[in-house]
T-cell receptor, first 115, second 113 residues
Framework: AQSVTQLDSQVPVFEEAPVELRCNYSSSVSVYLFWYVQYPNQGLQLLLKYLSGSTLVKGINGFEAEFNKSQTSFHLRKPSVHISDTAEYFCAVSALPSNTGKLIFGQGTTLQVKP | DAGVIQSPRHEVTEMGQEVTLRCKPISGHDYLFWYRQTMMRGLELLIYFNNNVPIDDSGMPEDRFSAKMPNASFSTLKIQPSEPRDSAVYFC???????????FGPGTRLTVL
């Protein structure tokens, strides 16, 4: 079975500062990894995903994440945040090799960008 | 493509009433997922379908909940009878055959009084 732990429930940060949202996972098999963003009163939207290849993955809105297999982590980073990045961020995993499309989500991290 | 479509967007009902939530997945997607989101429990997978067949319904909380997918373009989640603790946002998501990304609908906010 897989599990996902997002280490921070809330991350306050000032506009234009860098940010890192932490995600650790547990799995006995290889996984695909995802970050989703949820803006207020909206559904989830994919930010980026790691399937294979380069461990540094770039996504939309200037976000990137690095897959670290030895530390079982997939932390999300942005060098300079904007007010519009205020949202809930979810890390998720799906198991390989029988990828059924089922995702296991973390509890979410609320990013609060202050002016 | 219009994306995943859910209706209604908001539903307010009284305890004991039947509630039906509807979802139209993205054309060509053969996975469909129903989630529930609350402050206390976060995002929970209730059930998912592959090619209209329920694959895993272990997340369905009780027999009061049922889901169907009569064809590739429509699914329903029904709660009968509804209870105040069912109040939540219910999301539908669909995924293409490779299953590498889920596309979420805007959600239905359900309030049971």
């Amino acid at each position: 079975a897989q599990s996902v732990t997002q280490l921070d429930s809330q991350v306050p940060v000032f506009e234009e500062a860098p940010v890192e949202l932490r995600c650790n996972y547990s799995s006995s098999v290889s996984v695909y990894l995802f970050w989703y963003v949820q803006y207020p009163n909206q559904g989830l939207q994919l930010l980026l995903k790691y399937l294979s290849g380069s461990t540094l993955v770039k996504g939309i809105n200037g976000f990137e994440a690095e897959f670290n297999k030895s530390q079982t982590s997939f932390h999300l980073r942005k060098p300079s945040v904007h007010i519009s990045d205020t949202a809930e961020y979810f890390c998720a995993v799906s198991a390989l090799p029988s990828n059924t499309g089922k995702l296991i989500f973390g509890q979410g991290t609320t990013l609060q960008v202050k002016p | 493509d219009a994306g995943v479509i859910q209706s209604p967007r908001h539903e307010v009902t009284e305890m004991g009433q039947e509630v039906t939530l509807r979802c139209k997945p993205i054309s060509g997607h053969d996975y469909l997922f129903w989630y529930r989101q609350t402050m206390m429990r976060g995002l929970e997978l209730l059930i998912y379908f592959n090619n209209n067949v329920p694959i895993d319904d272990s997340g369905m909380p009780e027999d009061r909940f049922s889901a169907k997918m009569p064809n590739a373009s429509f699914s329903t989640l029904k709660i009968q009878p509804s209870e105040p603790r069912d109040s939540a946002v219910y999301f539908c998501a669909s995924s293409p055959p490779d299953g590498n990304e889920q596309f979420f609908g805007p959600g239905t906010r359900l309030t049971v009084l």
